[in-house]
């Protein structure tokens, strides 16, 4: 047995390791080794989930955003976007329509488009949760006050979406040149505090970032027990000053994804649109390395190519059933089975 197995090992038993073997084994590792932890991972979400995987329908609300992250496509300094802002009524039909196949939870994304205050969001999440009351709210509309985030929760709203990102301050601040870390990290212990079923995660491969920063992030991840956990790779956005970097490792992102998975059994763990994007089977490799979600789009076809955080976004030109028709086949073909249901977070202690 080599040492990265036998770190591999040590993680599934203890759900933690030290800084110094998350370096080694983010730095080191083989695809033997990486092998041996996608079987592991895929065995742990099986005797927590069996053969299942949850959907959910993303709503992507406005692509108006007040900050100016250098990698997002949506950033206030790109003259290029065409915005759009959905009405309240446009949100509502999007739900109504995925519903309607199957859909149980709904998914508001978007930029931080000042003009949604409490005023006009908490009306919208009391509406979704009238007419859908068998659906779960989530929402992704990045930092607010603990008092905004109470407000949506006490509305109706189910869980929350807000990655970090990345844990190291310096790291932070390049791709980030108007926001602190701190800031970011205090919304995350709010929306715990508040009860929301709480997501984290991290890009994977962004410029500048070390094996160093990946290990801060795994720790952060295995002490803040989040119970929903996004990492996709970074890509580059042809209008951003990341422009000409590199994008991510599908390899790295499936290794990160399947250690989640021991670390963090319970957790619903997506196998994301931008690994679907950048390996064309990102999505079942995803689920073969410990995912149980997909994200399928329920956003009006008309602003589906004004929503671009990246290049050359994978499934924008599929309606919502195409989209979830086409994620079913999918799975089916690795033996997995897409369940209509709300998939909700439940804690065990015998897995």
Same mark, same amino acid.
């Given at each position: ?262 670390? =963090?059994?319970?957790? =619903? ?83």
């Amino acid at each position: 047995m080599t040492a990265n197995e036998s770190r591999i090992l040590r993680l599934q038993k203890e759900r933690a390791l030290s800084k110094a073997d998350w370096v080694a084994l983010i730095s080191t590792h083989t695809p033997e080794e990486q092998a041996f932890a996608a079987k592991l991972a895929r065995e742990t979400a099986e005797r927590r989930f069996g053969k299942n995987v949850y959907f959910r329908g993303i709503v992507e609300y406005s692509n108006i955003c007040k900050n100016d992250c250098y990698y997002c496509g949506i950033r206030k300094s790109n003259l290029c976007v065409s915005r759009y802002r959905l009405t309240e009524e446009e949100i509502l039909e999007s739900c109504r329509e995925g519903y309607a196949i199957g859909y149980r939870t709904f998914v508001l994304q978007g930029g931080e488009d000042g003009w949604w205050t409490d005023d006009k969001m908490v009306p919208l999440v009391k509406r979704i949760r009238t007419e859908f009351p068998d659906c779960t709210i989530t929402l992704s509309l990045g930092e607010r006050s603990e008092e905004s985030y109470r407000a949506l929760y006490e509305a109706g709203a189910d869980r929350y979406l807000l990655r970090h990102e990345t844990a190291t301050p310096e790291h932070y601040r390049l791709l980030h040149p108007d926001m602190r870390l701190e800031t970011r990290m205090d919304c995350l212990r709010s929306l715990r505090r508040i009860g929301y079923q709480t997501g984290a995660g991290m890009m994977v491969g962004t410029p500048g970032q070390t094996a160093e920063h990946l290990a801060a992030d795994m720790l952060f991840l295995s002490e803040f027990k989040p119970e929903m956990v996004g990492i996709g790779p970074f890509l580059p956005h042809k209008d951003t000053p990341f422009r000409d970097e590199a994008p991510g490792s599908a390899e790295m992102t499936l290794f990160l994804l399947a250690l989640t998975r021991l670390m =963090l059994p319970d957790a =619903l763990i997506p196998a994301t649109t931008a690994l679907g994007t950048l390996q064309g089977d990102g999505r079942k490799n995803g689920v073969l390395h410990g995912c149980n979600v997909v994200m399928p789009n329920l956003s009006p076809m008309a602003v589906r190519k004004k929503y671009m955080l990246y290049n050359e976004k994978a499934g924008i030109g599929l309606t919502a059933r195409e989209s979830l028709d086409l994620l079913t086949r999918q799975m089916e073909e690795i033996g997995y089975t897409v369940l209509r249901s709300r998939g909700d977070f439940q804690r065990r202690d015998d897995i």
